[in-house]
């Protein structure tokens, strides 16, 4: 069978213990399983074969380090599709939120291994490095078609990239065509925001059923007007006047946000993503994520801005690094080099930028309108018992849609 297979390969006393009547075929070692000679096969570093005086030292850690990079690449995009296939269903049941969460949650892990690698790589002098890297060019990290591809799936906008000189993330491709595909590919089909903007607009309560957003807006003018009536009440001169600016600077900030057209010139500026309904979705399940129905969604809505700062650090992180270990010199591939790399720790970077900004919208407890009944049922979880089992029993999916049968229900 094969968990007794998986047992035997990793523990060499009950491999040895096995049946002598079972299959010499059916076993497998751990060396043949990972594959270990060939991946220990694939550090050749190049002044071994063209330097002077045979094999620099530390470009062993160099090359080991950027091929764990790629490896680890290689899972968050495996996770990555896997979470993107689970948003594309047409109803997103509670149980798969779950498993969602559970899978960016991975995401962060090994991203926050990528930040602390790189403390590995600074172990190495500028000196060290300069033993080998004229041996690179013009390899270039600018090369790496999974972190393209990273980029591209999470959402990285094209108008929002830095080029270096007349280069864009494409050139490095344009002379590889099974590269080229797969990037073409992914800058063709939905990202992962394009795939949550979806899902928050059908956010339960955006609707008729309670009008989340004329009931918000309709607190934040009573909100503002309560604090043109203090301003308006102030009798020292200077007060007055720092109140008004407050006063005047928030009245504007909430227009930028409820007011759609003000929206949309934002987004086209490139200050904001999400679509105005979105921004209504993941403001609603901002305010009201106490509610059973809406924790799981405001954890998605958590993972997602830990996987903007994770990258946002190891972004950081690796031009700081750039510029310790070469100044402020060009790197290998073309590029200027530190100040490139500096240039990518922005919120141009920043693919749920919008999520981050939510703070700036969210009221007083004590103002956030209350849910109605019917509204409270349409959020409610329980559970029930199916053959034995306790499963969850929805009135409403994340998505707001209702279940079609008794049937669907036990299916969650």
Sequence with gaps: PRGDLLRRMSCPLLASGSSAEESKSDEVHYQDYLKVPELLSLQQPRSALLGENGAVHDEHLFIVIHQVYELWFKQILHELDSVMGLLSTKVLHENLMLVINSRVTRITLILKILVEQIKVLESMTPTDFLEFRDLLVPASGFQSL????????????????????????????????????????????????????????????????????????????????????????????????????????????????????EHKTLVVKGKRRLSHEAMQGALMITLYRDEPRFQTAYQFISLLMDVDSLLMQWRNNHSLFVQRIIGTKFGTGGSSGYQYLRSTVSDRYKVFVDFFNLSSYVIPRQHIPPLSQEMRDRLYVHFVTVEGEQRFADRVTLDGQQPASPQDKEAH
Aim: hydrophobic letters at 30%.
């Design 146 to 261: 999974q972190f393209r591809l990273l980029e591209v799936k999470l959402g990285v906008k094209e108008e929002n990239r830095i080029n270096y000189g007349s280069a864009t993330f494409r050139t490095p491709f344009e002379h590889y065509p099974d590269m080229k595909r797969k990037l073409e590919e992914a800058c063709s089909s939905p990202s992962l925001l394009d795939l949550v903007q979806e899902w928050l607009s059908r956010t339960p309560g955006l609707g008729r059923e309670f009008n989340f957003w004329s009931k918000y807006s309709t607190v934040v003018g009573n909100m503002l007007e309560d604090k043109r009536r203090g301003v308006e009440a102030e009798t020292h001169p200077q007060l007055k006047e720092q109140k008004m600016r407050d006063y005047e600077s928030q009245k504007v900030f909430f227009k930028q946000l409820l007011d759609e057209n």
